[in-house]
């Protein structure tokens, strides 16, 4: 087909009509042809992109996962460490503990563990013997309230809960150490107590938070 149309075409000063219509037909096929390609190439393309922006979204997931577990196991490490050394510190008022140091440590280091594991690390106390409780309220007063923010007022709201009375007072001694006057309003919805020593306690920390 191709020969005959180059045959006409030499054989003649101008095409016939005819041949010029079967050069359009093939010039309007070859267009055609061609589109078809182009579309198929985009759609190829259009599925290249969208398989390399699932590739990207599964490294981003695979790599939230990662950082997820290595946040978790790094957080558990760190509160077993806590309460490990809770459970073998002794707290003297005006001396640095060794909860205290690894907690100072454990904050310049990395604050996003440390206030997750300081905040598990006395909900798993909660059940513990009450000389634990204590240990580790004494040692959060000596550490700086604006490190621990909201987590501060749970741990006293939390064991206040908790009917034993040295637990009671080593939580109202945690508020008057950090010496915030916003605390004055958990002082005064805070529940009266039957030992008149920790009442008294309690009003006259309120009273001193008051004056500030």
């Keep these: 087909m191709e020969n005959n149309y180059r045959l006409h075409l030499h054989d003649t000063a101008k095409p016939t009509t005819s041949v010029v219509e079967n050069l359009h037909s093939i010039n309007e096929g070859g267009f055609i042809s061609n589109a078809s390609f182009l579309q198929k190439k985009n759609y190829s393309l259009k599925l290249t992109s969208s398989s390399a922006n699932q590739n990207h979204d599964l490294r981003n997931i695979n790599r939230g996962g990662l950082f997820n577990s290595d946040f978790e196991l790094r957080v558990s490490k760190n509160v077993s460490r806590i309460i490990e050394l809770i ?44 000389h634990y409780i204590t240990t580790f309220l004494n040692v959060a007063s000596t550490i700086d309230y604006d490190w621990l923010g909201y ?8 064991f206040n809960s908790l009917p034993d009375p040295y637990v009671n007072e080593a939580a109202i001694r945690a508020l008057e150490a950090w010496g915030q006057k916003s605390h004055v309003f958990i002082l005064e919805k805070m529940r009266d107590f039957d030992q008149d020593w920790v009442q008294q306690y309690k009003i006259d920390v309120l009273e001193y938070l008051r004056s500030l």
């Design 87 to 130: 459970y073998s510190d002794e707290y003297i008022e005006g001396e640095s503990s060794k909860t205290q140091l690894y907690l100072e440590f454990l904050y310049h280091k990395d604050k996003a563990i440390f206030l997750e594991a300081f905040n598990r690390a006395w909900v798993n106390l909660y059940t513990a013997d009450s």
């Design 151 to 158: 987590r501060a007022d749970s741990i006293v709201m939390g």
